[in-house]
């Protein structure tokens, strides 16, 4: 799969798009802290059984406070419930984005760490597939040679230019062993290694790449969860802010009645 001698370096992308973490403090404890409170109307819920009939009037009164509706106990213990949730949500996301922002630094240097051995690699392809034409050269040349040899010492007479051919053609001989080794000796210096190098880097880059995917699939639900927090704060206040309750209700609801 991945290069041989005469191959470029195969090794999959690395784009990696490492999302910005922003501050979630902020977000998330704007979310769960619903502004106003839902405003205590008084401090005792009016009496069952008045002492002298009311009027209208003030029996609308005690089901209202400045004009709004009060909340009954099963409203009220829901707003709490509901306010409670928001802000144990808030403590969460703030804890898990410290988490995330804490894990980014790391991941971006292990990225940072496979493009440079990436750039190393492919360094090495490029002078291998560069000598690879020189080898090829040189082997031609030594096929030629051979074959004139062989023509030359195969002829039972020669002229005089052919025997002084064959003369200078076994003076290269030594000339061509020393091009031989020197050849060989650089191929093996340019393969050391290299393909258990292109091996160990395709682990390395993979796990690279599944952990900052990991980081970015976390971050985009972290936002997304900020998002839903933000919307049901929305919901909140729509619900239960600035909405008038009995302060004896919320004592009761307190202490679990």
Known sequence: MFLTPAGTLAVGSLVVALAATGAVSAQAQSAANTGVAPARASTARPPAKPAAPAPASAATSAATAGGKKLMTRDELRVCLQRNDSQKARSTVLDELAAAINSQRPEIEQALDAIRAERAILETRATNIREFQPKMMAFGQKVQAF?????????????????????????????????????????????????????????????????????????????????EDLTAAAADWRRDCADRPFLEDDEKAIRAGK
């Open 146 to 226: 051979n074959t004139r040899l062989g023509e030359l010492t195969g002829k039972s007479r020669m002229t005089t230019g052919e025997g002084r051919e064959l003369e200078d053609m076994r003076k290269q001989i030594p000339g061509l062993e020393a091009q031989r080794k020197a050849l060989n000796d650089e191929r093996d210096r340019l393969l050391e290694g290299y393909e258990e190098g292109v091996k160990a880097f395709a682990v390395r880059a993979k796990a690279a790449e599944e952990r900052a995917a990991d980081w970015n699939r976390r971050k985009s639900q972290h936002t997304q969860d900020i």
